[in-house]
C-alpha cells in the first residue's frame, strides 16, 4: 500500500512541477529532479528504496519503445556512421576516463573504477528525449543525439558485465586479451540477440496489429509489446533494451500500413499519457533516490568531490571526442566547420534512468559471500553525476541551442517548413478532386464545395464553411472527402521520402489527417 500511495504522490507532485516548467519555460526533468532533491531532504520523509528490476521492467520498456518509434529509418540512415563512431568508441572511451578520475579522486580500487566507469558511459535515451521533446534542433541533429543513445546501451551494458565480473570475483585469473575477447563475444551475443528478439516481436506484433480492428485491443496490443520484447530478451539472456529498441524501430516503420487513424489518436493519447507518468516518476525518484543513498554511505567522504570530477570528466571527454571527429569529417570534405552543432551533440550527453538502473543493479556481495568494497560509494557517486548532468545540462541545453541558432521552442519552431508542406498536401488534394470530377465521382455541386474548401486553405482563410448534414449527397460528399485525405497522406509520405519535410512535421500533419479522418469515419456511424 506503502508504494501505491508514493506513486500516487509523486504524480501528482510532477503534475504540479510541470505546470510550473511550462510556466517558467524550463525542463520538466531536470526540475522534477531538483523538486525530488529537495523532499528528500525535508526532515520526516520516509526512505524510499527503488528496486532496479522495478526501473528495469516497468519503467525502462515503453519509454524506450516510444523513443525508438520516434526515430525514423531515413533519419537513422543519414547519421549511422556518426551513431557507431559515439556509440562504440565515445563509450569506451568516457568509460576508461571516468575510471581514471574515480580512482584518482575517490581513492576507488581499479575495478570498482571501472564499474562506475562503465555505468555512466551512455548517454540516457529517455533523459535525451525529454529534454529535446522541448527543442526544435536540426533534423539531423536531433536524429543523431536521439540514435546514440538508443544504440550506446549495448556498448555500456557489455562492459558494466565484465567490469561487475571482475570486481565481484567472477573473473578471477582472467587475463587481459581474455577479458577483451570475453567483452567481444558477449556484445555480439547481447546485441545480436537482441536484435533477432526485437525483431521476432516486432513481427508479431505487426500481424496481429493488422487483424485487430478494435481500437481498445490494438492500443493493448501497443503496450504489450514494449515489455514483451523486453521479456523474450531476458529470457534468452540477451539485450532485452536492444530488443526493444528494435522492436520500436521496425513497428514505427510500419505503424502508418497496420493502423487506422482512430486507432493512431487512441494510442497516441494512451502513450502520451503513459510516458508522463512514467517519467514523472522515474526523474522524482532519481532526485529523491541520492539523500537515500548518501545517508547510508555511513561516513564515507569525498563523494561529493568525485561525483563533480566525474560529471567534469564526462563533459570534457565528449567535448574531446566530438568536436575533432566533427571537424574531421568537415575538413575532409573540404568545407570550414560549423561549431554550433558540436557544441549542442557535446552537451546533449544528459545521463538518466539507463545508468541509475545499472548503478542500482551492481551486486552486495562478491563471488564468495563477501559484501562487495565501495559499492555504496559507487552508488552514490553515481546517482550524483545523474542528478548534476540533468540539473547543469539540462537546465542550460534550450538556451545554448537558441544563442547558437540551432533551437526554437516548439511552439515556434519549424514554421516555414509545416506551411510548405501543408500547401503540397491540398494541392495533392486539388489534383485528386479533378481525376475525381473527371471521372464523375459525384455531383459537380458537391466537387465544386470541395474544391472551394481547399482553395481557401490554399489562400489561408481556413477551411470552408459547410452545412449541416441533410441531403442525399452528403455521403459521396464524405467518401470524396475520404479519398483527398488518402491522397494528402500519400502527398505527405512522399515529402517526407524525398527529405523535403523532417519527421517532427510529418508527425504533426498526419496526426491533423488522422484527426479529420476520424471525424469523418464517425459521421459514417
Do not use: K
Amino acid at each position: 500500500m506503502r508504494s501505491v500511495e508514493t506513486v500516487v504522490c509523486l504524480v501528482a507532485l510532477a503534475t504540479v512541477v510541470a505546470a510550473f516548467a511550462n510556466r517558467l519555460r524550463v525542463p520538466a526533468p531536470s526540475l522534477l529532479v531538483v523538486v525530488g532533491v529537495g523532499v528528500g531532504l525535508l526532515p520526516g520523509v520516509p526512505a524510499i528504496e527503488v528496486p532496479p528490476a522495478v526501473v528495469s521492467l516497468v519503467v525502462l520498456p515503453p519509454l524506450l519503445y516510444a523513443a525508438s518509434e520516434e526515430l525514423t529509418w531515413r533519419d537513422l540512415r543519414t547519421v549511422w556512421r556518426s551513431v557507431l563512431v559515439l556509440a562504440v568508441g565515445l563509450v569506451v572511451a568516457s568509460a576508461a576516463a571516468v575510471a581514471a578520475a574515480a580512482a584518482a579522486v575517490a581513492a576507488l580500487s581499479v575495478s570498482m573504477a571501472f564499474v562506475l566507469g562503465a555505468a555512466l558511459a551512455s548517454t540516457d535515451p529517455v533523459a535525451v528525449s525529454a529534454l529535446a521533446r522541448r527543442l526544435s534542433l536540426p533534423a539531423r541533429v536531433q536524429a543523431l543525439v536521439q540514435a546514440e543513445s538508443l544504440f550506446n546501451d549495448g556498448t555500456s551494458l557489455v562492459l558494466f558485465q565484465v567490469a561487475v565480473a571482475v570486481a565481484a570475483g567472477g573473473a578471477a585469473g582472467t587475463t587481459v586479451p581474455g577479458l577483451l575477447l570475453h567483452g567481444a563475444g558477449e556484445f555480439v551475443l547481447l546485441a545480436g540477440g537482441g536484435v533477432l528478439a526485437g525483431l521476432v516481436v516486432a513481427a508479431v506484433a505487426i500481424v496481429v496489429r493488422r487483424r485487430v480492428t478494435d481500437p481498445v485491443l490494438e492500443t493493448v496490443a501497443a503496450l504489450l509489446t514494449p515489455y514483451g520484447a523486453f521479456l523474450l530478451g531476458e529470457e534468452l539472456h540477451v539485450s532485452g533494451v536492444t530488443a526493444v529498441i528494435v522492436a520500436g524501430l521496425a513497428v514505427g516503420r510500419w505503424r502508418p500500413r497496420i493502423t487506422t487513424a482512430s486507432t493512431r489518436l487512441q494510442v497516441h493519447a494512451v502513450y502520451q499519457t503513459l510516458i508522463f507518468v512514467l517519467e514523472s516518476v522515474v526523474f522524482s525518484l532519481i532526485g529523491l533516490q541520492l539523500p537515500v543513498l548518501v545517508r547510508s554511505l555511513s561516513g564515507a567522504g569525498r563523494w561529493s568531490l568525485a561525483a563533480l570530477a566525474v560529471t567534469a570528466t564526462l563533459i570534457v571527454t565528449r567535448v574531446a571526442w566530438v568536436f575533432p571527429l566533427w571537424a574531421a569529417a568537415h575538413w575532409r570534405r573540404g568545407r570550414r566547420p560549423d561549431w554550433a552543432v558540436p557544441a549542442i551533440i557535446s552537451w546533449a550527453g544528459t545521463r538518466g534512468v539507463v545508468p541509475l538502473a545499472a548503478a542500482l543493479s551492481i551486486p552486495l556481495t562478491t563471488a564468495s559471500g563477501a559484501a562487495l568494497p565501495q559499492r555504496d560509494l559507487v552508488v552514490v557517486i553515481a546517482a550524483a553525476v545523474i542528478v548534476c548532468s540533468l540539473v547543469v545540462q539540462g537546465f542550460t541545453l534550450e538556451p545554448l541551442a537558441r544563442s547558437a541558432g540551432l533551437g526554437q521552442p516548439r511552439a515556434t519552431g519549424r514554421g516555414h517548413e509545416e506551411t510548405i508542406a501543408r500547401l503540397r498536401l491540398a494541392d495533392a488534394a486539388l489534383v485528386r478532386l479533378d481525376e475525381l470530377a473527371e471521372s464523375n465521382a459525384a455531383a459537380d455541386v458537391v466537387i465544386d464545395r470541395l474544391r472551394a474548401g481547399l482553395q481557401a486553405r490554399l489562400a489561408g482563410t481556413g477551411a470552408a464553411a459547410r452545412g449541416p448534414d441533410a441531403d442525399p449527397g452528403q455521403r459521396t460528399e464524405r467518401e470524396l472527402r475520404g479519398d483527398l485525405l488518402a491522397a494528402e497522406s500519400a502527398e505527405l509520405a512522399r515529402l517526407f521520402d524525398d527529405g523535403t519535410i523532417s519527421s517532427a512535421t510529418r508527425q504533426r500533419l498526419q496526426r491533423s489527417l488522422d484527426l479529420e479522418l476520424a471525424r469523418l469515419a464517425d459521421g459514417q456511424r
